[in-house]
């Protein structure tokens, strides 16, 4: 038997600072979400294509190469950093469009704050197939918009893309038909040079004559309308 005293045992002391490693070296798992079933299979749809081996980023492929990484993992996709795409969710519909759901985001918050399981590998998915990127040949021109634009004539627009952005800056860009009906066309969220790229739509949204485009805060950015076809763009009157 220990012998207590006024001071600590000894043994005690090292029986204490056992435990205490032990239990801060193994988070408690709170969660069904493992990395095996669920969080791989976004880090490989959505991921993978940076960061993996060869890729321009540290690899996330394994559940040893990511679990180090998990509470940095969720808080750069909650505060939308990650995965790289540049626009805000929801604000337009886009083709190709890299954003994570809510839904996703909470997978991701919920596997992290429950202990970041593994789970079983043996639901892994099978490693994607990285193909090389298709060259995006030359940018399109487009409309140039800044601040605020009334189109004189119809257009379809295709897409859109910042334009003169300081790295950093956020804005959002509309559109205001004559009718006083509100379309979104963009939310440019903190501003990376990887995110100057074309943001096609899933499908043309069509703007009448009088149709007012308009930048908030001003300043912040510029932007400019995409068609699909160069020759089809008719040049509106700047009304600034």
């Keep these: 038997m220990l012998k207590l005293t006024g001071r600590l045992c000894p043994a005690l002391v090292i029986l204490a600072i056992l435990l ?16 095996s079933r669920e969080i ?15 890729g321009i980023a540290f690899s996330l492929l394994t559940y040893a190469e990511a679990r180090p990484w998990a509470k940095a993992i969720k808080e750069e996709v909650l505060e939308r950093r990650m995965p790289p795409w540049g626009a805000v969710k929801g604000f337009g519909e886009f083709q190709d469009d890299q954003g994570l759901t809510g839904e996703q985001l909470e997978l991701i ?10 789970g079983d590998p043996k639901y892994l998915p099978k490693l994607p197939d990285f193909q090389p990127a298709a060259s995006a ?16 004539t119809a257009v379809a627009v295709a897409g859109v893309r910042a334009k003169g952005v300081p790295e950093g800056s ?3 860009a ?6 006083g009906t509100i379309e979104p066309l ?26 007012k485009i308009e ?9 400019a309308l995409l068609m699909r076809n160069p020759a089809a763009r008719s040049k509106p009157r700047d009304h600034r």
Excluded at 20 to 35: E, K, N
Excluded at 110 to 118: H, K, L, N, Q, R
Excluded at 174 to 179: I, L, N, Q, T, Y
Excluded at 215 to 223: E, F, V
């Design 20 to 35: 205490s490693v032990h239990s801060s070296a193994h988070d408690v798992i709170t969660t069904p979400i493992t990395f």
């Design 186 to 211: 963009v939310w440019i969220y903190d501003y990376h040079p990887r995110f100057d790229h074309p943001y096609w739509y899933n499908a043309p949204l069509r703007f009448q004559a009088g149709t």
């Design 137 to 152: 040949g030359p940018a399109p021109a487009g409309i140039p918009v800044e601040s605020e634009l009334t189109l004189t």
């Design 40 to 54: 791989s299979r976004l880090v490989y749809n959505r991921c993978a294509v940076c960061h993996r081996e060869g």
């Design 170 to 172: 956020s804005f959002m």
């Design 109 to 118: 918050a919920d596997w992290v704050e429950g202990g970041a399981p593994e």
């Design 215 to 223: 930048i908030a805060p001003r300043g912040a950015g510029s932007i």
């Design 174 to 179: 509309v559109a205001e038909r004559p009718d």
